[in-house]
Each structure stands twice: as structure tokens, then as C-alpha cells.
């Protein structure tokens, strides 16, 4: 199974910097899962397909030392250059290769990535280098989030956009990433393991940044590459469809989105 460079881009990965969701919920529910399971202090933290960072660095405060790896030197490159906490540093490296010796790690993360990379050659190295009790924490969300103005649902409005680029899914991801995860965490051999489908985290955004975040997806990303003429025209679609519906006539007014986190937990037998 090849690796699948899709981040490579500069401006994808300033984009993506820049309009992605910050996963504050989510590593507050890992760090609860962990607490709840490792002594203090806590030393190592490894974000794998960390990409610029925006999750990586909310590890800091709980880790002597958090080390972000990826693939893509764009997104390295972008993660060092956004402010970063001094315990937190970057590393060039795939995912079943961490630069990081055998039972080290407190915690591993990979947070809306792991659907890239091979799953038993991930797992593996997760298993080499988490230290027994260690914890590991899968997370991702689909493209489809909801939408809303005041009362009103607009998610409908977004069907078009979300079917459209979903033709340009990479095989790899096949339809549904969510399937990826839960096969992960089918084949985690560990006992103390959990699965959560869905954990919705709220964001109010303006309807040109919940535009330009859709946009980042890999799934826009090979349409704009593929067929650029409809990439334009979907996007064209989707602000007039929201604007008309919501009777303004400015992309800065906000809106409340909806993120639906699915994600799995488990923690390595302590011998
Ligand atoms: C969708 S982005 C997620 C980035 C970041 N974790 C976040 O939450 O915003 C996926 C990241 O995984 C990286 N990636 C893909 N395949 C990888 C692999 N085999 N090893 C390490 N990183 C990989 C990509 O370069 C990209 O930065």
C-alpha cells in the first residue's frame, strides 16, 4: 500500500491552517481518558499526520515533550512557522516509521490523518513505541457537517456541494472514512479499548470561512485538480444558496456548524 501524498501543497496547507477546526473537545476527552488511566507527570506525546499543528499544540500542557511527525514539509513547515509552544517540536516522518524509540511514548495521536496511512504497519508502530499503559486516541470527522442560522437548519442547502465532491473521494478512503476507523479499532488487540460515534463540537464561523474550510478537503482539493470549471461553479452554488436563504448578502455573516467527531480510545496492557 503506497503512501498518499495529498498536503503537499503550500497553500492547501496554509488554508488548511487556517480554516480547519481546532479539536478542543476532542482532546479534552482524550486527555480525560488518559488521566484516568496513566500517573503523573505525563512525558511523551506523539501527534502522527500531525499536519500544521493545530491540535498537536493543544498536547502541550499536559506532556514534558510533544513531538508532531507528517509526511507533507509543507505542513511541517507551516506548523513550525505558527506560534508554537516550546515543548513542541516537528518531524519529517511517515506513519509507521516514528522517530521514536520502543516503549517511550505516553500517548499517540492521530487526529483526522490515520485514514491515510497503512492501518497494520500504523498499528504496529503504535504498539513498538507505546510505553505498557500507554494510550492511543484515532480520531476524524466526514465532510458533511450541519449548518444553521438562528433556528433554521441550512444543512440541505449543502447536499449539492457535499455529493458532488464526494466523486472525488481517493480510493483509498473508499466512501465512508468512518469504516477505516472502526476496522483500526476492530483489530486493536488491546482490552481496555472504546468507540464513539459521534461527538458534535459547535463552531460559529462566517459563511465564507465554512466555504474556504470545505474547500480544504482532499475530496475539493482533486475536484479543483480534476474538473476546476465545477469546483468554482459548487462553491458559486453553495454562498448563493446560503445567502438567499438566510436573506443577507454578506459572506461575513455567521452561521453555527456542526463538527461530528467519531473517534476510538485504548489503552496498552500495562505487561
Ligand atoms: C487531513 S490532514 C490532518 C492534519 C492534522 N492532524 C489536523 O488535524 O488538522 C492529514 C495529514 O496526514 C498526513 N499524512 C498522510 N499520510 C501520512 C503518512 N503515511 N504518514 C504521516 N503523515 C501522513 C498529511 O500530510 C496531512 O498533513
Not at 129 to 143: D, E, K
Request: with cysteine.
Amino acid at each position: 500500500m503506497a503512501t498518499v501524498s495529498l498536503f503537499g501543497d503550500r497553500q492547501h496547507a496554509c488554508a488548511y491552517l487556517q480554516y480547519r477546526p481546532v479539536p478542543h473537545e476532542m482532546v479534552h476527552t482524550i486527555m480525560n481518558y488518559v488521566k484516568e488511566r496513566m500517573p503523573f507527570p505525563l512525558e511523551l506525546a506523539v501527534d502522527v499526520g500531525c499536519g500544521s499543528g493545530q491540535g498537536t499544540v493543544l498536547l502541550a500542557p499536559h506532556f514534558t515533550r510533544v513531538v508532531g511527525t507528517d509526511i507533507s514539509p509543507a505542513q511541517l513547515e507551516n506548523a513550525r512557522l505558527n506560534q508554537q509552544p516550546p515543548n513542541v517540536t516537528y518531524s519529517l516522518a511517515p506513519s509507521d516509521a516514528l522517530p521514536l524509540d520502543d516503549e517511550s511514548v505516553d500517548l499517540v495521536t492521530a487526529m483526522s490523518a490515520a485514514h491515510w496511512f497503512h492501518p497494520e504497519h500504523f498499528l504496529e508502530e503504535v504498539h513498538r513505541v507505546l510505553r505498557p499503559g500507554g494510550c492511543v486516541a484515532l480520531f476524524s470527522y466526514p465532510i458533511e457537517m450541519d449548518v444553521e442560522y438562528g433556528d433554521s437548519s441550512l444543512t440541505h442547502l449543502c447536499q449539492e456541494f457535499y455529493s458532488a465532491v464526494s466523486a472525488f473521494r481517493h480510493p483509498r478512503i473508499g466512501t465512508k472514512s468512518v469504516d477505516i476507523y472502526k476496522k483500526m479499532f476492530l483489530s486493536c488487540p488491546y482490552q481496555d479499548k472504546e468507540w464513539q460515534d459521534t461527538l458534535p463540537a459547535r463552531r460559529t464561523l462566517s459563511v465564507k470561512a465554512f466555504i474556504e474550510m470545505l474547500k480544504t478537503f482532499s475530496t475539493f482539493q482533486q475536484m479543483q485538480l480534476k474538473d476546476p470549471e465545477q469546483a468554482k461553479l459548487i462553491c458559486s452554488n453553495l454562498k448563493t444558496k446560503l445567502l438567499s436563504s438566510m436573506q443577507v448578502c454578506t459572506t461575513e455573516t455567521k452561521v453555527t456548524v456542526t463538527v461530528k467527531y467519531f473517534y476510538w480510545l485504548a489503552c496498552k496492557p500495562k505487561q
